[in-house]
């Protein structure tokens, strides 16, 4: 699981309002008697409303070169807006293996809200014993392997607005793709140093053969 930081203090001013003036459906599923385990607001694709909404993020994603370096990806699916209010909830889950056309290697919720302006709505990701909440700063994301059991907890009072995203990583391989964003992150530190600059030329040769030896490219 990586936090990133995606949106700087004007960008997540511009993306919030872009965000309220969409058009939103209630989505609600259920399975079995009757028993509710998604309750939320989604934006209407469809709206025009959305179309401004997509162009702006996706001309901030472009310049988001944390993405393509140090994980790889390949593709990314069009942004999900989802609003969470007071009563909302979705029960645990694991998300598709394709959305969009895209084999789905890595989940990613970028959070609008802040922790304080809403109760309850942390994301839950369980993994084995470990059931580990997620509630981060507006502007930050948590990507994590699309597969882990989660759910979102039942928001109290105020809004949890989010946005969900869904990417195909370079490599296929799990086990090959964490090793890659590993040396990324270590060539990254230590490119900030200038005695070590040919250990991290010899790191970065490392990921990109790795790269062209696993990747899908």
Avoid at 74 to 99: A, C, N, Q
Avoid at 104 to 129: A, C, K, R, V, W
Avoid at 199 to 217: F, H, P, S, T, W
Wanted: aromatic share 12%.
């Amino acid at each position: 699981m990586y936090i990133i930081d995606v949106l700087c203090e004007d960008e997540l001013k511009k993306v919030k309002k872009l965000f309220d003036d969409l058009n939103y459906v209630l989505g609600e599923t259920n399975q079995g008697l009757n028993k509710s385990v998604k309750y939320c607001k989604t934006a209407d694709l469809n709206h025009q409303s959305y179309v401004n909404f997509y162009n702006y993020l996706h001309s901030i994603f472009s310049k988001k070169t944390i993405f393509n370096t140090k994980f790889s990806f390949k593709d990314i699916t069009i942004p999900y807006p989802v609003r969470y209010s007071e009563g909302m909830f979705y029960d645990y889950h694991i998300d598709e293996l394709e959305i969009g056309n895209l084999r789905t290697d890595y989940s990613m919720t970028l959070f609008l809200s802040d922790p304080e302006e809403y109760e309850g709505g942390e994301l839950i990701l369980n993994q084995g014993d470990f059931k580990t909440p997620v509630k981060l700063s507006a502007g930050k994301a948590i990507l994590y392997d699309t597969g882990i059991v989660h759910k979102v907890n039942t928001v109290t009072s105020g809004n949890r607005d989010v946005i969900l995203f869904w990417a195909q990583s370079l490599i296929k391989d799990k086990f090959i793709r964490e090793h890659c964003v590993e040396l990324a992150t270590i060539s990254s530190d230590f490119s900030s140093d200038q005695n070590l600059t040919n250990n991290c030329a010899k790191l970065e040769q490392c990921r990109i053969n790795l790269l062209r030896k696993y990747g899908d490219i």
